[in-house]
């Protein structure tokens, strides 16, 4: 970019470096040309995709705690399915809430139960 004159790119984050934004200045002589437009584009496509995934994450921790609390001898394999989530996407987000201290397991793993002890 620098060879050709353009402006040199700009990064942003935020805080928690959650998502990341590279912007790419259009050279003063291409304004008005669809690049521009394609860059806009591109701006947007990755920050939805990154708040998405975010906010998809907190809401599969909620479906397990709510679920959890109503049948707590059921499996991870079934809550899974009754979200409509992979089994890997419900340990991860169950192991979350072990570590977090809103959920753990009691009793033997066949004929154990879960306890919930946050549901917020």
Known sequence: MKSNGSPAPEFETDDDRSYFLIRLPVH?????????QVKMQVKTQVKTQVKTQVKTQVKTQDQILQILSEKPEMTLVEVAQKIGKSLSAVERASSKLVKAGRLRFVGPKKGGHWEVKDKT
């Open 28 to 36: 003063l002589k291409a304004k008005g040309s669809e690049k521009t």
